[in-house]
C-alpha cells in the first residue's frame, strides 16, 4: 500500500522558516515527479512546487511564483522522502501543505493529474 506522510509543520512569525518532510512507503518514488501544494481557508488547493527526475542524481525543479526564491523543494531518495524548506514565510502562506505524487511521465502543475497525496500538514504564519 503506497503512503505519504508529511511532517514538519508548525505554527512561525513572519520572516521565520519551516522544513517540511514527506516521506514515501510502499513504493520507490525516485522516477516520480513529487510535489507540494496547499489549500488556504477558502480557498482552493493550489500548486507550489515540483522536483522531476531529469537523469542520473539531478532533478529538475519547478516553483510557483508566490514562493520563488523562498523555498526550496529537494528529495533523499535513499530515505524515499521529500522536503521543502520555506525561509522568510509571510502570513499568506498560511495553509495546509500537502505532498503528492505523479506516476505518468511529464511534470505537471495540474494537482489533478497526481496519483497519491498526503494527509496534510499545517502551516501558520503569524504577522
Do not use: I
Request: hydrophobic share 30%; charged share 20%; with cysteine.
Amino acid at each position: 500500500q503506497v503512503q505519504l506522510v508529511e511532517s514538519g509543520g508548525g505554527w512561525v512569525q513572519a520572516g521565520g522558516s519551516l522544513r517540511l518532510s514527506c516521506s514515501a512507503s510502499g513504493r520507490t518514488f525516485s522516477n516520480y515527479v513529487r510535489g507540494w501544494f496547499r489549500q488556504a481557508p477558502g480557498k482552493e488547493r493550489e500548486f507550489v512546487v515540483l522536483t522531476s527526475w531529469s537523469g542520473g542524481n539531478t532533478y529538475y525543479a519547478d516553483y510557483a511564483d508566490s514562493v520563488k526564491g523562498r523555498f526550496t523543494g529537494s528529495r533523499d531518495n535513499a530515505k524515499n522522502t521529500m522536503y521543502l524548506q520555506m525561509n522568510s514565510l509571510k502570513p499568506e502562506d498560511t495553509a495546509v501543505y500537502y505532498c503528492a505524487a505523479r506516476s505518468r511521465l511529464g511534470s505537471s502543475r495540474n494537482q489533478d493529474e497526481y496519483d497519491y497525496w498526503g494527509q496534510g500538514t499545517q502551516v501558520t504564519v503569524s504577522s
